[in-house]
């Protein structure tokens, strides 16, 4: 199975920071592309972020580029994403999802297209308000 487990999300202020983390049980996360996601209400999924297996290709929504950073730590096998200059804009449930090394691409990335569907955690809610 392949398993992730979302957490480190809170309320913060504008220009606040937060880390996130996407943490694997049961299989070795470093055989997988990840991506971070994020839903606010009455609007679609949206890709936010995501990183190949190999870790030498990370990708970036427009609206968060230059104030988010992705980046794995294999030995505790969770993907991080360091968000950074909150505004209200970001405001949403963050969930993080695993694909094949192969599926690295904008189908994945932006649309969440994956081969492993069941991979999808359970979200963490990111609040940002002054």
């Known amino acids: 199975q392949v398993q992730l487990v979302e957490s480190g999300g809170g309320l913060v202020q504008p220009g606040g920071s937060l880390r996130l983390s996407c943490a694997a049980s049961?299989?070795?996360?470093?055989?997988?592309?990840i991506g971070w996601f994020r839903q606010a209400p009455g609007k679609e999924r949206e890709g936010v972020s995501c990183?190949?297996?190999?870790?030498?290709?990370?990708s970036y929504a427009d609206s968060v580029k230059g104030r988010f950073t992705i980046f794995r730590d294999n030995a505790k096998k969770t993907v991080y994403l360091q968000m950074n200059n909150l505004n209200t804009g970001d405001t949403a449930v963050y969930y993080c999802?695993?694909?094949?090394?192969?599926?690295?691409?904008?189908?994945?990335?932006?649309?969440?297209?994956?081969?492993?569907?069941?991979?999808w955690g359970q979200g963490t809610q990111v609040t940002v308000s002054s």
């Open positions: 999802a695993a694909d094949l090394p192969q599926g690295y691409s904008p189908s994945f990335c932006v649309s969440g297209r994956t081969s492993l569907p069941d991979s």
């Open positions: 049961g299989f070795s996360l470093d055989s997988y592309a």
């Open positions: 990183i190949n297996s190999g870790d030498s290709n990370k």
